[in-house]
Each structure stands twice: as structure tokens, then as C-alpha cells.
């Protein structure tokens, strides 16, 4: 396996921390709103990613968390008129369902920031007892200077941070540098916690390194991913927290996944060109939703157009009719065997094992399309070539983690088609389309 790790900028040979194990950690949503097609790109990439370690033996625990606590939670609360908790519930829920429509594998662990308050202040103390932060007026800053290695991800320097600051005006007085970043929020608005300093909320970028302390050993994981929005201040600040208490830079590896344009635009609110998951969802289906994420390499941006979206159906209509005819095929003759060739899926797995290379995994899903095509259009059929070609694109689909739902016919569907076929053969025309609309009626043919 070899990853293009964002922290060194360039593609590595991945070495586990535990040989035989993964740890994964992936930025999850604020839930204050339904989730678009942008936030769902990590989750499927790094869905992938779960995957394929798996079918190459490896034990993965995958952990994504909840940001249940936020200024924008407050705000959209009182805009719905129901409580902060309401909200957030409702929102996971809506996430959870997008992710359970996409047909991703679910964490070994998905922590809410509210169930981890305690742990996150007595890292906060922790910094502030060794003098990485300092409190002031009720709120806790990081003293970022304190760090030589900051930018060790992003690449951005303090001074070129300090000098930027200096050319505009600071709202906030009360931080000893204009570099330094709130670890806890005095407020009394919205949902608040006793701490040492006052009564508020943590602030944004604590939570992650605390839960990835909380679960993992040392604090220290194989993989931290997100988005490439993330980068910075996000993940650079995550890792200054984590040079502070452990002197690592929390994961060993680092990815990020690029934006989503829709149109060669920018997706924003203020374009009006948000696409809502749920919403797409419904309308395009698994298949064609997670193929149109997966056609261009997460590290490139994904352009959204029209002509893209029909070319996508088209492909993925190929793989759901050969599936379709396929099964049908070898049920009406009773032909049933799991057996499968391992090589071609380890030719895709082999894709998907540098770099997440997904086009070429797709490119390879669609050559074994072409290979059972060929079974089937055989005169002399091999059922045993085409039940072995059938399991390996099954196979191949499971890996990416496709949705394939094959109808099991009944003996009275198969006596059904079989009649179809001979009327037809016996040129019985009225009756075989007779026979035909009842074929289509039950979702046979």
C-alpha cells in the first residue's frame, strides 16, 4: 500500500504502527445542517480506503467523530426553535442515514464532542500546567510561538501569520499573539460546561486530538484524514496540541481529499449551487453516487457537470445490466458456484493500493463487464466461465463497496421465464409478450 502523505509531500510506503493493524482517524461533520455532497466526499474515499485495508487482511479501527457543540449549532437552534440537542440529533441522524444509503461501513467508533467534555478539559489543563497555554478572562489560548515545528503540514510560517495579522485589525485583544487560537470559550450563550476557567464550550480545533488521545494509545494514530479545507488551521493546529503534551504529530500519515466544484464553480450558499446528499441521493441512487465520486482521484477536484453525471449512468448501467442478466442466467439453468478469480480482483485491489487510484479500479470493474459480455453472448456457453466471471465482479464491487441486489427467482419465476423463452421460440408472439409483461411486472427482465 502507498499513500501520498500530505505532512512530507510525497507518496510513501505505508508502515502500520501494529503490524497487521490500522488506526484511522477522519474528520466528521458539525451537525447543524444536512450534509452535501461535499462532506460526503471523505466519507466515501476514506470508506474505500477502510475497504481495501480490510481485504488485505488488516484489522482497522475507524473512528470519525461528531461536532455536537458550535456557534452555528447555537444560531441554527434558535432558528428551528428547538434545543441544541434536538438538533444535533436530528442531524446525525440525517447523516447517519446519507451514510447508510451510500452503503458505507459505519466507525468502530464515532465520538460526540458533549460526550468527551471531560477528557477535553484536562487536556486543556494539561497544556496550561505546562505553559503551552494561558487563560485570560475565562478564556484558554494556545501559545502557538511555543511550537518551532508549527507548519510542519500546511507549510505557513508564525512570522508570515504575524505579519498578515499586523496589516488588519484584531478584534481580540486579550491573546498574547494574533497566532494563538482558543482551546476554551467563556460564553453564556447556548450549551455551556464548568470548567477551571468559566462556564462555556471548548473551541473547535481541541476536540479531534483529544478524542484521537482518548481512544489510542500515546495519542498517536497510522492515518488522519479530511478535507483539503482542513489542512489549515484545522489539522495544523491539532498537531500543535499534540507536539505540546506528546512530541508526534498525532498520525504518521496524513491525507486530504479536494473539493467538490459544481459547474467549474465553487459550491457555496451564496452561488445557490449546494447540492444536498439526501436529496441526490434519492435521485441518483447508490451506485451512481458513489461512481461519480470515485471517477476522479481524491486528490484532484471533482467537477459536477451534466455531460459528467450521464456518463457516469451509462457506466454504471453497464455493470447493473450484466449483473441483472447474469443471475438470471444462472438460475433459470441452476447453476450455482462461489467460485471466483482472485487474481482480477487482486489486479483491482492492486489499483486501489497506490494511492486510492479509483479510476483506474473503475476502469478495471468495467473491463470485467466486458469479459462476462463476452461469456454471455457465447453461443457455446460456459456456465461455469460465466458463474466464476459473475462472482468476481461481485467481488470487485464489494471491494469499493457497490450495491449489487440480485433477485432470487422462485421455481414458478423460472417456469415463468423458461415458458416466455419457448413461446417466444415457437413464434407465439401474443402470448410471449403477454408472458413478458408479467416477467416485468416481478422485476425479472
Not at 71 to 90: F, N, P, R, Y
Not at 267 to 287: F, I, T
Request: with cysteine.
Amino acid at each position: 500500500m502507498k499513500l501520498f502523505n500530505t505532512l512530507t509531500n510525497k507518496k510513501e510506503e505505508f508502515v502500520p504502527i501494529k503490524e497487521g493493524e490500522v488506526s484511522i482517524y477522519v474528520c466528521g461533520p458539525t451537525v447543524y445542517n444536512y450534509v452535501h455532497i461535499g462532506n460526503t466526499r471523505p466519507m466515501i474515499v476514506f470508506d474505500v480506503l477502510r475497504r481495501t485495508f480490510e481485504y488485505l487482511g488488516y484489522k482497522v479501527t475507524f473512528v470519525s467523530n461528531f461536532t455536537d457543540v458550535d456557534d452555528k449549532i447555537i444560531k441554527a437552534a434558535k432558528a428551528e426553535g428547538i434545543s441544541e440537542k434536538q438538533l444535533t440529533d436530528k442531524y446525525i441522524k440525517a447523516y447517519e442515514d446519507v451514510r447508510r444509503g451510500l452503503n458505507l461501513l459505519f466507525p468502530t467508533y464515532a465520538p460526540r464532542v458533549t460526550e468527551t467534555m471531560q477528557p477535553i478539559i484536562d487536556f486543556i489543563k494539561d497544556l496550561v500546567d505546562q505553559g503551552y497555554a494561558y487563560e485570560v478572562d475565562g478564556d484558554v489560548y494556545f501559545r502557538v510561538t511555543k511550537i518551532k515545528e508549527y507548519g510542519m503540514l500546511s507549510g505557513i510560517k508564525v512570522e508570515d501569520l504575524i505579519a498578515g495579522a499586523s496589516e488588519r485589525v484584531d478584534d481580540n485583544d486579550k491573546k498574547e499573539s494574533s497566532t494563538d487560537f482558543a482551546l476554551w470559550k467563556k460564553t453564556d450563550e447556548g450549551i455551556q460546561f464548568d470548567s477551571p476557567w468559566s462556564k462555556g464550550r471548548p473551541g473547535w480545533h481541541t476536540e479531534c486530538v483529544v478524542m484521537i488521545n482518548d481512544i489510542f494509545d500515546d495519542g498517536r494514530i497510522d492515518i488522519h484524514g479530511g478535507g483539503q479545507d482542513l489542512k489549515f488551521p484545522h489539522h495544523e493546529n491539532e498537531i500543535a496540541q499534540s507536539m505540546a503534551c506528546h512530541h508526534h504529530p498525532i498520525a504518521n500519515v496524513w491525507m486530504h481529499n479536494q473539493m467538490i466544484n459544481i459547474n467549474n464553480q465553487k459550491m457555496s450558499k451564496s452561488l445557490g449551487n449546494v447540492l444536498w446528499a439526501k436529496d441526490l441521493l434519492m435521485e441518483l441512487g447508490c451506485n451512481v453516487y458513489k461512481w461519480l465520486m470515485l471517477s476522479t482521484h481524491y486528490r484532484n477536484p471533482l467537477n459536477f457537470t451534466e455531460d459528467v453525471l450521464n456518463n457516469v449512468k451509462k457506466e454504471v448501467e453497464k455493470v447493473e445490466n450484466i449483473i441483472k442478466q447474469t443471475s438470471l442466467y444462472l438460475q433459470v439453468n441452476h447453476y450455482k458456484s462461489e467460485e471466483f478469480c482472485k487474481e482480477s480482483v487482486d489486479q483491482m485491489v492492486e489499483a486501489l493500493s497506490d494511492d486510492l487510484n479509483t479510476s483506474l479500479a473503475l476502469t478495471q470493474i468495467l473491463g470485467q463487464v466486458k469479459v462476462l459480455n463476452q461469456a454471455m453472448r457465447n453461443k457455446d456457453k460456459d456456465n461455469a466461465m460465466i458463474s466464476k466471471g459473475y462472482q468476481t465482479l461481485l467481488r470487485m464491487l464489494d471491494v469499493v463497496g457497490f450495491v449489487h441486489e440480485v433477485k432470487v427467482l422462485s421455481d414458478e419465476d423460472i417456469e415463468l421465464y423458461q415458458h416466455w423463452q419457448s413461446e417466444k421460440a415457437a413464434k407465439n408472439f401474443e402470448v410471449a409478450d403477454q408472458l413478458r409483461e408479467k416477467l416485468q411486472a416481478k422485476g425479472i427482465i
